[in-house]
């Protein structure tokens, strides 16, 4: 498995409300591999450090484990506190929207989508430019308010794979969106369920593979060798390859697993250039290939089988936590009116204003409004909007024949 955790927290909807925080990773065939579940009654410091010290003892701390989250203070406060080897990195997805929110620039998406999956530094740079030279604004937020390290690909400390955002957590909390009405043991065991289920066809599927990877790894490493056509190698040392050809070069280590265009270097699955390198070499291509995505490892994520707890009745308790004395949680009174079902934004993620927008009938674009300040295009053929059994014939107009002052348009 991957050391690249997602973690984050979903509200929950029944009686005692509170909050589900859930850690998953991804296994070989990119699907969420769920690693923890915990209750809490908020999303605070004392709430996630009592999370991340039950985590920790399941999956260690060491400096090749990465932990992906959203820029919320407590989070980052405990991930501090609980995790002294493993490094920290943003939700992309977050970052994005607190740039479109906060600066009102989401004409810099393309550009910064870009930049967070470049792999090489100098490409990173030139989007980065791109972006202060439209935006100075949004450059300085990403460089010292949040920190290229913690959302771009090619500047973060450890190693995410292609992994940049939370999404296989919101994965996880759009699957129990009815089940988080229920009552905890209730939501429990639909948890469980799931679990069951998912172990137990995921292990069907590992046992039918026949590739050497997963599905999802061998459907994405299996155009590169078509890419590969057309390019030549020139052998430097017994492990060394430059190999030219295409829109970029790339040197290749094949004893270390390295390419200076550096998909291969965080990606560990072979690039273009690694799968001509090897070629040459008279080295089979997948033996280059991480284990993680290897048939063999996907099967053994799902090796174990997952049981349901059974009734209370079958429960072996022990002693220490039978005589323990819980509390109930503190229940707030409801405020009046229908309870609140959509999702809470998360702490250090912005969400964008329900304003109503006003689109062009002609268009379809945004941009259209009743101040008559834009021109319009007269079409050839008007077209026409049917209510009924009769039929509403639109008019356009260009601003010249429309009086400034006017604030109505003519049908």
């Known amino acids: 498995m991957r050391k690249v955790v997602g973690i984050d927290g979903t509200f929950l909807k029944g009686q005692y409300r509170g909050v589900l925080l859930v850690a998953t990773a991804q296994d070989g065939n990119g699907q969420c591999y769920p690693l923890a579940w915990g209750i809490v009654d908020s999303e605070n410091e004392d709430a996630w450090t009592w999370f991340l010290t039950q985590l920790k003892e399941v999956i260690g701390d060491t400096d090749e484990l990465a932990l992906i989250s959203d820029r919320a203070p407590s989070i980052k406060k405990a991930i501090s506190t609980v995790f002294e080897k493993a490094h920290h990195g943003a939700c992309a997805w977050h970052v994005a929207q607190n740039i479109k929110n906060k600066f009102k620039c989401a004409n810099i998406m393309g550009s910064y989508w870009s930049a967070v999956n470049a792999y090489r530094c100098e490409d990173f740079a030139g989007y980065m430019t791109e972006i202060s030279h439209r935006y100075p604004r949004v450059a300085e937020y990403l460089e010292n308010e949040v920190g290229f390290e913690k959302w771009s690909r ?30 905890y043991v209730a939501l429990l065991d639909v948890i469980q369920e799931k679990m069951s289920k998912w172990w137990n066809d995921r292990r069907i599927v590992a046992m039918a593979i026949t590739a050497p990877l997963t599905p999802s790894r061998e459907s994405e490493f299996r155009p590169r060798f078509a890419q590969s056509n057309g390019r030549h190698t020139l052998q430097l040392n017994p492990v060394t390859y430059h190999v030219k050809g295409g829109e970029l070069e790339g040197v290749v280590d094949i004893f270390n697993k390295t390419c200076t265009c550096k998909e291969f270097d965080i990606d560990k699955l072979p690039c273009v250039h690694a799968i001509v390198a090897a070629h040459h070499a008279q080295v089979s291509v997948y033996s280059l290939v991480s284990p993680y995505y290897t048939k063999e490892y996907y099967a053994l994520a799902y090796g174990e089988t997952i049981y349901p707890v059974g009734s209370q009745s079958q429960w072996d308790v022990p002693n220490e936590v039978a005589t323990r004395v819980v509390l109930p949680r503190e229940v707030k009174e409801r405020k009046r009116g229908r309870p609140k079902t959509s999702r809470f934004s998360s702490v250090g993620s912005m ?61």
Not at 378 to 394: A, K, Q, W, Y
Request: net charge neutral; charged share 20%; glycine share 4%.
């Open 154 to 183: 090619c500047h973060y400390p450890g190693l995410r794979y292609n992994i940049t955002t939370t999404n296989m957590v919101e994965s996880l909390n759009s699957m129990l969106v009815n089940a988080r009405d229920f009552p």
């Open 351 to 411: 969400e964008p204003s329900k304003t109503s927008i006003a689109y062009c009938l002609l268009c379809h674009s945004p941009t259209f409004n009743s101040s008559l300040k834009k021109s319009f295009v007269r079409s050839e053929v008007p077209p026409r909007m049917v209510f009924g059994s009769d039929s509403l014939e639109i008019h356009w107009f260009t601003a010249d024949s429309l009086d400034s002052s006017s604030s109505r348009v003519g049908w």
